[in-house]
T-cell receptor, first 115, second 108 residues
């Protein structure tokens, strides 16, 4: 399965600032996704990162707040913009392998704290 | 009703016990099913896919009942290292939906 390098692993940010999270996959993948996991909760899909076109956002998430880039089939970024303490969470990227039977692989996550 | 529901847990069991987790899903068009394991402060990792005929991987057995839209995971002879949150995951099309997870603590 694909291996995903995600960085930064953690950060503490001031409110009103922005943070960009990067994910690099060691092989080309068709689909990449960004999730948020709040403490004690399961994963919530933020958006699907589409290569060469705008990301597809889930209900409750908007491009102005969470701009996403996917310049090629191995790399994606998620920016958390104009942060507030409510954005404190773990952000995870994931990739869909070619074989449908295989589950998605996840990056190691970015633990964000907004103060 | 949530798309994927799981036993609320937590489950606290002694070493060597057998424990079963249940999961139900609401979308009958769901195509693929998985169990993930998530350790504290770590990313989810695939434990096993779930096939219609049921499948086993060592001490772990997964079952799928499409008619009842129900998935289960059985862990036999539980080890301390099995302590984690177990996430039921259901996919249809490009959608990949996580259940809320069930936390397991295996006690010495």
């Amino acid at each position: 399965s694909a291996v995903i390098s995600q960085k930064p692993s953690r950060d503490i940010c001031q409110r009103g600032t922005s943070l960009t999270i990067q994910c690099q996959v060691d092989s080309q993948v068709t689909m990449m996704f960004w999730y948020r996991q709040q403490p004690g909760q399961s994963l919530t899909l933020i958006a699907t990162a589409n290569q060469g076109s705008e990301a597809t956002y889930e209900s409750g998430f908007v491009i102005d707040k969470f701009p996403i880039s996917r310049p090629n089939l191995t790399f994606s970024t998620l920016t958390v913009s104009n942060m507030s303490p409510e954005d404190s969470s773990i952000y995870l990227c994931s990739a869909k392998p070619a074989m449908a039977d295989y589950g998605y692989t996840f990056g190691s996550g970015t633990r964000l704290t907004v103060v | 009703r949530k798309e994927v529901e799981q036993d609320p847990g937590p489950f606290n069991v002694p070493e060597g016990a057998t424990v079963a987790f249940n999961c139900t899903y609401s979308n009958s068009a769901s195509q693929s099913f998985f169990w993930y394991r998530q350790d504290c402060r770590k990313e989810p990792k695939l434990l096993m896919s779930v096939y219609s005929s049921g499948n086993e991987d060592g001490r772990f057995t997964a079952q799928l009942n499409r008619a009842s839209q129900y998935i289960s995971l059985l862990i036999r002879d539980s080890k301390l290292s099995d302590s984690a949150t177990y996430l039921c995951v259901v996919s249809y099309g490009q959608n990949f939906v996580f259940g809320p997870g069930t936390r397991l603590s295996v006690l010495p």
